[in-house]
């Protein structure tokens, strides 16, 4: 991980306007604002990250994928750095490939052992690779050393999604 580099004038308040423009149900001009911004400044890590972000809340992981790694590459600090390696790993699992998201995140934990949502990233993960015993024990553990942090907070929305994807889904597999 290398620092930020420090943001062009103007960079912060664009990704201030693009999420405060943002409609969830609609994510293509969030998209479009932060493709604007990522060629406008292509080796800016932060500009990578933020168009992956946007990518990732607009279903299209396959292409976030490469820009949170490219992010990465280019250089992260902060917030910045911790929520692209989170969100790689999420997308690796939503893309089928769980055991390298284990692995980033794996790489994360031994990093950075405060950051709790690795191990809801992980729960994530070991589900997806059909390691259920596995996967709860570690989201039991992680709420356990962490309930009530904000920072869980942050993927409050994101979860509530595959919480209930994997609640409909166990509810058709009954029927």
């Known amino acids: 991980m290398s620092a930020d580099r420090l943001s062009p004038p103007g960079f912060e308040d664009a990704v201030k306007a693009a999420y405060w423009h943002r409609n ?9 604002a932060f493709a604007d911004l990522a060629v406008a400044h292509p080796n800016h890590g932060p500009a990578m990250f933020e168009l992956a972000n946007a990518l990732d809340a607009g279903g ?15 250089g992260l600090a902060g917030d910045r750095y911790r929520r692209c390696v989170v969100q790689l790993a999420g997308t690796l699992t939503a893309l089928g490939r769980p055991d390298e998201a284990l692995a980033v995140l794996a790489d994360a934990r031994a990093d950075h052992p ?32 962490h309930h009530g942090r904000d920072d869980l907070n942050r993927y409050r929305a994101a979860w509530t999604e595959t919480a209930d994807t994997l609640g409909h889904r166990a509810v058709v597999d009954q029927a």
């Open 24 to 32: 969830r149900d609609d994510m293509a001009p969030t998209i479009a």
């Open 60 to 74: 299209e992981e396959a292409r976030a994928e490469r820009y949170y790694r490219h992010a990465l590459d280019l």
């Open 114 to 145: 405060q950051w709790p949502e690795v191990g809801v990233f992980a729960a994530i993960a070991l589900h997806r690779a059909g390691r259920t015993d596995q996967a709860f024990s570690e989201l039991l553990r992680t709420f356990a050393e």
